[in-house]
């Protein structure tokens, strides 16, 4: 049984973790498999919307730390948690982040659904996703501090955007796990829903992702993600500048067309 599930339906990739006997905890399958996927999503117009979730009741533990330090047992060759040659750690974690910042600068939507624990480096897959959908009873944990380990994932950035430099720093030094109901007051989710109803919620918003306007909504994430960065009348410039190229896509002539018209538009992703 393949370790990563990957399905594809009415323009949504549905990238699975499928490791539920290890709470999905990401080995260099995952990691290979993730960054092919996101290699293909980013060159392939029909694909208009990603989604990251877990199987059997999880989304993930973190990284694998069973085997993937230490391998070559037997005479076999080491690998690092991303299946490549062992290399000294800092090298190995530069290839954990760009796969990481390539998911969070993907040009299209990203939606994370995400049900039991989401643990260390898979908190940053999800928070590196644009929409976070959680079930009742999804935990968040920043564990690395309990392994006498620093951030990575993207955390140290994603967090405190997330849930402000304050609570992220509770996080992150005491490593404690935080529930749904507390994620969701603290600004790190968009809605929790009851997790018998999650998948299928979670398949609902990654179709409407999937047929809305995808240059715009490349144009709109860009805006939005730099927007810490710029100041006031850098972001109305960059404004003016997206629109000019939103007003030139075949979507906003059916977005106008159809409210003329009084119906839903049909958009094509460009």
Known sequence: MSDTLIERFDGVVK????????????????????????????????????????????????????????????GAKQTGLTGRETQPILHEMRAVGEIVSRLQRLPKPT?????????????????ACDLILASDRARFSEIFVKRGLALDGGTSWTLPRAVGVRRAKQLAFFGDPIDAATAMEWGLLNEIVPAEQLQQEGDRWARRLASSPTTALSLIKRLIDHSSQAS?????????????IAFTTKDMHEGIAAFRERRDPVFIGF
Do not use: I, M, Y
């Not at 939606?111 to 928070?127: P, S």
């Not at 006031?232 to 000019?244: G, K, N, T």
């Open 111 to 127: 939606l994370a659904v995400v049900d039991g624990v989401a643990v260390g480096v898979a908190l940053g897959l999800v928070l």
């Open 15 to 74: 990238v699975t973790f499928n490791r539920p006997e290890k709470k999905n905890a990401l080995n260099a399958n995952n990691w290979r498999d993730l960054e092919h996927v996101l290699d293909e999503v980013s060159k392939n117009p029909a694909d208009r919307a990603l989604v990251l979730t877990g199987a059997g009741g999880a989304f993930s533990a973190g990284a694998d730390l069973s085997g993937g330090l230490s391998g070559g047992a037997n």
């Open 232 to 244: 006031f009348e850098q972001a109305v410039e960059d404004e003016a500048r997206a629109q000019h």
